[in-house]
């Protein structure tokens, strides 16, 4: 058979995984097998003309929420155009539920849920050969005789068996290279899908220096560790991150999601020792609030995670992104402003205000009555209301999130906005909301904006909100800003033009 292994990534410089582990599972069989990788960007029409016209047998979708409504009615297409196309569903997005997904979307030929690659191996030797040996294919989804059979899941494979990816395939240059050390988590924060399976499966130290010898040989310009907790070991965490260190090209950039109040103090002095650059962490804080903390199965206190950030932002040699998550259960408006402003005070790098998402399989989705939790009906079922914050509570806190995003996290406005924190003497938070009901009443969010645009649009903001002396402060800054960022000609071009909008 001529089978496609694709997806729809949310932007060109990422790539998927799974496809490629299919790939270098698949690849001694007697199949003809090809990767496509497309992304949510790209026209419907273009994807659906790429594949039908290379007249697959078979094609696999990978599937997540940022690209299964897009997948579903691709597939729909491919299925009207050739029906005798096998179409193949699997990922997180149809593995909870997939009888329902296969009842409501007739098109699909076969769902594989949970791990994929044992069970993608024996159904591509099996189609076209004995249709009658489905019901051996672990985890699968499948249609006969106009009933939809579902078959019960293998255990999980020791991770050690799985190829290494990239000993079929060449690294991409031009994408971020992703990568995992282990499968699994041991923690059970009840919004995450992570937390349906507790234990991990860690692959042998020998063989994550050999994978990440290679990601350096190669020069890759980021590894991006998709390990849902990457320090859960602290010996083990330390071993690889002093392999990184001991062996940096000058090139390599690793980003890793951790724990920092895993960090030991032995851990954090051989980070202070990385080159900077060589690490990206990522640290999902969440909620300061207690009780919905406990209520998500995460421990209440947060002061080690705070204080262990503060230590790795004063080392200042390594990239620093926080998180904290909208609509947990018991977190009021104002309670959430709290967590805003502690987590705001750290001063990371990058500080990302996500949305709850009510993910398929999750113990969270089995409270949402309890909870009184409303979420779109459609991915990436992102909440609406709770019983502690209404829709306009949320959506205004979508504006700070633009707001946050274009002046803090997209960068260039350093300066500016640490003054006008003094100034206004305003909470980060306030001064945010403050900042989004400007921007907005003034009808700035109705079109995309270059960089430039939005130097002019907190000029204006400065000048009607500031008095006296004040102002020229402000334009001073906002020109040493514009200045450090912007290229010469740019600046030029910007000032040729003025401030004023």
């Known amino acids: 058979m001529k089978i496609l292994l694709t997806t729809l990534n949310s932007q060109y410089v990422h790539s998927n995984p799974a496809l490629k582990y299919f790939y270098t599972v698949l690849a001694n069989t007697s199949n003809e097998i090809e990767i496509k990788e497309f992304t949510i960007n790209n026209d419907p029409l273009y994807i659906y003309g790429e594949i039908l016209r290379a007249n697959y047998d078979m094609v696999c979708f990978s599937c997540y929420i940022w690209n299964i409504e897009q ?13 005798g196309l096998k179409i193949v569903l699997g ?11 296969a009842q409501d979307n007739p098109f699909i030929d076969y769902i594989i849920c949970g791990e994929g690659e044992y069970p993608l191996y024996r159904l591509c030797n099996i189609v076209g050969r004995d249709e009658t040996l489905l019901n051996t294919v672990p985890g699968l989804i499948y249609r006969q005789s106009g009933k939809i059979y579902v078959n019960p899941r293998m255990e999980p494979m020791d991770f050690n068996q799985i190829p290494f990816m990239y000993s079929v395939l060449e690294c991409e240059e031009d994408k971020v290279v ?20 507790k234990s991990v499966r860690a692959l042998s130290m020998d063989r994550v220096k050999r994978d990440l010898g290679y990601f350096l040989y190669k020069g890759v310009e980021q590894v991006k560790f998709i390990d849902r907790t990457f320090n859960y070991d602290e010996a083990r965490a330390y071993e690889i991150f002093k392999y990184i260190i001991d062996n940096d090209n000058g090139v390599t950039n690793f980003h890793c999601e951790i724990c920092a109040d895993l960090l030991s103090d032995r851990t954090l002095s051989l980070l202070s020792t990385a080159r900077k650059g060589l690490f990206q962490f990522e640290i999902g804080i969440q909620s300061a609030n207690p009780e919905t903390l406990k209520a998500v199965n995460r421990k209440e206190n947060i002061y080690p995670i705070l204080y262990n950030t503060e230590k790795l932002l004063e080392q200042g040699n390594i990239h620093i992104h926080v998180d904290l998550i909208a609509g947990l259960p018991y977190e009021t408006y104002e309670l959430f402003e709290r967590s805003f402003d502690k987590v705001y005070s750290l001063g990371a790098d990058m500080f990302q205000l996500g949305f709850l998402k009510v993910l398929k399989g999750t113990p969270l989705e089995s409270m949402k009555e309890e909870f009184q939790i409303v979420s779109r009906d459609k991915a990436p079922y992102e909440v609406i209301s709770t019983k502690w914050m209404s829709s306009y509570d949320l959506a205004r806190l979508k504006m700070i999130e633009k707001m946050l995003n274009l002046y803090y996290n997209r960068g260039g406005f350093d300066n500016i906005l640490k003054f006008l924190l003094v100034v206004t003497e305003k909470t980060p938070f306030k001064f945010y909301e403050d900042l989004a009901e400007y921007y907005y009443n003034n009808g700035f969010q109705h079109k995309h904006r270059k960089k430039e645009e939005q130097y002019r649009i907190i000029y204006k903001y400065c000048m009607e909100n500031l008095a006296g002396d004040k102002k020229d402060k402000a334009k001073e800054l906002l020109m040493k800003d514009l200045t450090e960022t912007l290229i010469p000609k740019e600046v030029n071009r910007f000032l040729k033009k003025g401030w004023e909008m």
């Open 71 to 83: 997948i579903k009615a691709l597939a729909s297409d491919l299925k009207k155009a050739e029906p």
């Open 91 to 101: 990922g997180p997005e149809v593995s909870f539920e997939g009888h329902i997904f």
């Open 178 to 197: 992703y990568y995992e050390s282990t499968r699994g988590c041991p923690f059970g924060c009840s919004y995450c899908m992570s937390s349906i399976e």
